[in-house]
Nanobody, 124 residues
């Protein structure tokens, strides 16, 4: 089992930046592919970004490409999501997720482990 805990959410003005962190306990993240998702008010879950266990490959949703960057530090057992040029429509609860399948893509049902989420609110 692995426990994931997100942090770094908060209130930010449109055009601002936030950096989300996802820390793991009970198991190392070093062999897990990781992803970030979000769920906004009245919307289903959206895939944002994914990264392979080695950080050798990343994958982004078109909606965040060029604004968001996923990275990881296996030595610190953490994954990050740098979010720039935030918009009001980025307001959502953000979740990190992990899988041991080597899958670094957009299908949420491939991810076995999920954090509890962190709220991001972008004011316009």
């Amino acid at each position: 089992q692995v426990q994931l805990v997100e942090s770094g959410g908060g209130l930010v003005q449109a055009g601002g930046s936030l950096r989300l962190s996802c820390a793991a306990s009970r198991r190392t993240l070093s062999r897990l592919a990781m992803g970030w998702f979000r769920q906004g008010p009245g919307r289903g879950g959206d895939f944002l970004a994914a990264i392979s266990w080695s950080a050798g490959s990343t994958y982004y949703a078109d909606s965040v490409k060029g604004r968001f960057t996923i990275s990881r530090d296996n030595a610190k057992n953490a994954v990050y999501l740098q979010m720039n040029s935030l918009k009001s429509e980025d307001t959502a609860v953000y979740y990190c997720a992990a899988n041991a399948l080597g899958y670094s893509g957009a299908s949420n049902n491939k991810y076995r482990y999920w954090g509890q989420g962190t709220q991001v609110t972008v004011s316009s």
